[in-house]
């Protein structure tokens, strides 16, 4: 069974930095592209990031560049999601995914698997 956990999230002040994790289970890792994704209330769910186990390529969405980053510790299936120079616009409920890719991740893709998201709230 695939399962991918999400942890990290909280309550921060504008400026702050937080870091997501994502632990992926029952599935070979390196086949498999991690995405980043948020749902705001009242928003439809938009990518933030991916990672790809392939290639260790990046992805962000502009309005992130420069603040979030992503990485990967393999020996651990687990991804990371670096938050910095929060915003209160980037509070949502954020969700790992898995995209059985081989090669560059994309956001656009139909992630197969998804974690159950962990809220991050970002008070001005």
């Known amino acids: 069974e695939v399962q991918l956990v999400e942890s990290g999230g909280g309550l921060v002040q504008a400026g702050g930095s937080l870091r997501l994790s994502c632990v992926a289970s029952g599935l070979t890792f390196a086949y498999y592209g991690i995405g980043w994704f948020r749902q705001a209330p009242g928003k439809e769910r938009e990518g933030v990031a991916c990672?790809?186990?392939?290639?260790?390529?990046?992805y962000y969405t502009d309005s992130v560049k420069g603040r979030f980053t992503v990485s990967s510790d393999n020996a651990k299936n687990t991804v990371y999601l670096q938050m910095n120079s929060l915003k209160p616009e980037d509070t949502a409920v954020y969700y790992c995914?898995?995209?059985?890719?081989?090669?560059?991740?994309?956001?656009?893709?139909?992630?197969?698997?998804w974690g159950q998201g962990t809220q991050v709230t970002v008070s001005s």
């Open positions: 995914s898995a995209d059985f890719r081989l090669g560059p991740c994309t956001l656009l893709a139909k992630y197969d698997y």
């Open positions: 990672f790809s186990s392939t290639d260790g390529s990046t």
